[in-house]
């Protein structure tokens, strides 16, 4: 009986810890409450920090209004006639960590009409992404969202975007530019994005602080019971 029991704690040991490795989300939001403004952003941040508000510039870096929507960051400029914007989601990682090690950066992107409203017919949208150490670029990929203008029915105006960014790897107290860039070609539209989230996992520094998990706490729990069936089986 004591074998099994002892056993079964190793199992369930090994397992939580593996589960608290496992990649988590690091920075989110789903643009709750903000009404053709987006300076008042509500961040879920993980060993990071948002040092800005977003604001959508275009090549010449004009600064660009939202349209008046709920929830949602829609810019208020045709991307075929007036050009591409982008934005930048200005990020300082916490310097109790020695770094995070990101795997994903996954939004919905939307396109919209010149009144604002979600487009019925599909219009060329891509969407790049940046990652940026000061000057220093760690990471650019883009994404085809929408390829061409077509009036298929039963058109999605909303598509999920990831990118993988298993390679990139954030050094703890250290300054990071995501940017985000809207651009396409052919007929006209506008584009925006929601639910945005950035995945990875937190390395914390041997000397720093360290904060305990739920998984975490179970882990020590366990440990602790190991130790102590180990130690009545010697006795």
């Known amino acids: 009986m004591m074998k099994n029991l002892f056993r ?44 800005s508000e977003l604001a959508p510039l275009d090549t010449s870096a004009n600064l660009l209004s939202l349209f008046d929507l ?10 075929h006639t007036e050009g591409s914007w982008y934005v930048d989601i200005f990020l300082t990682v916490s310097s109790l960590i020695d770094g995070i090690e990101l795997s994903s950066f996954v ?14 017919i599909q219009r060329d949208l891509t969407f790049s992404f940046e990652v940026f150490d000061g000057v220093t670029e760690l990471f650019s990929d883009s994404d085809n969202v929408f390829a061409g203008n077509n009036n298929d029915a039963g058109f999605n105006p909303t598509e999920t975007v990831e990118f993988d960014l298993s390679s990139v790897v954030l ?23 929601d639910d945005l989230v950035l995945n990875g996992t937190s390395v914390s520094s041997p000397s720093a602080p360290v904060s305990v998990s739920a998984p975490g706490s179970m882990a020590l729990l366990l440990m602790s019971g190991l130790a102590f069936l180990m130690r009545f089986r010697r006795n």
């Not at 589960?19 to 990071?48: K, M, P």
């Not at 939307?110 to 019925?120: E, R």
């Open 107 to 120: 939004f919905d992107a939307s396109i919209f009409n010149n009144a604002g409203n979600l487009q019925s």
């Open 171 to 193: 050094a703890g107290g250290s300054d990071y530019t995501l940017r985000l860039t809207a651009s396409g070609i052919g007929g006209g539209n506008n584009a925006g994005f």
């Open 8 to 51: 079964k704690l190793c199992i369930l040991s090994i397992s939580t810890f593996a589960l608290s490795s496992n990649a988590a989300v690091i920075l989110s939001t789903d643009f709750s409450g903000i009404d053709g403004d987006a300076s008042n952003v509500a961040w879920v941040e993980n060993d990071v920090s948002v040092t």
């Open 70 to 79: 709920d929830n949602m960051f829609a810019v208020d400029q045709n991307i």
